[in-house]
């Protein structure tokens, strides 16, 4: 069974930074595309970055996290990263990472991911 474990998250002021990592088993690894989404209270999951599987070479930012956040993965550890920084409090949610193994192109929804870690705390304040 497929299992993906976040970790990395807390709480830190605005500017700060923060690496969030998500370890993945159960599944080939390579052959998924990652992704990162967040909820803050009371809003929708939102997509966050993508990263594909091996053979896709793409990667790919919501336009609110362009420039401060870098999405990487280590297929040899089966873990993907979030390095966060310049955080401002408007970050603040629960991050989630996903596994999409249909590879079909719609990494930025929600839809399109078979698997779910069960999400981090991040807390970013003023």
């Known amino acids: 069974q497929a299992q993906l474990v976040e970790s990395g998250g807390g709480s830190v002021q605005a500017g700060g930074s923060l690496r969030l990592s998500c370890a993945a088993s159960?599944?080939?690894?390579?052959?998924?595309?990652m992704g990162w989404f967040r909820q803050a209270p009371g809003k929708e999951r939102e997509f966050v970055a993508a990263i594909s599987w091996s053979g896709g070479g793409f990667i790919y930012y919501a336009d609110s996290v362009k420039g401060r956040f870098t999405i990487s993965r280590d297929n040899a550890k089966n873990t993907v990263y979030l390095q966060m920084n310049s955080l401002k409090p408007e970050d603040t949610a629960v991050y989630y990472c996903?596994?999409?193994?249909?590879?079909?192109?719609?990494?930025?929804?929600?839809?399109?991911?078979?698997?779910w870690g069960q999400g981090t705390q991040v807390t970013v304040s003023s």
């Open positions: 996903a596994a999409d193994g249909r590879n079909s192109g719609g990494y930025s929804s929600k839809s399109e991911y078979d698997y």
């Open positions: 159960g599944l080939t690894f390579m052959a998924y595309t």
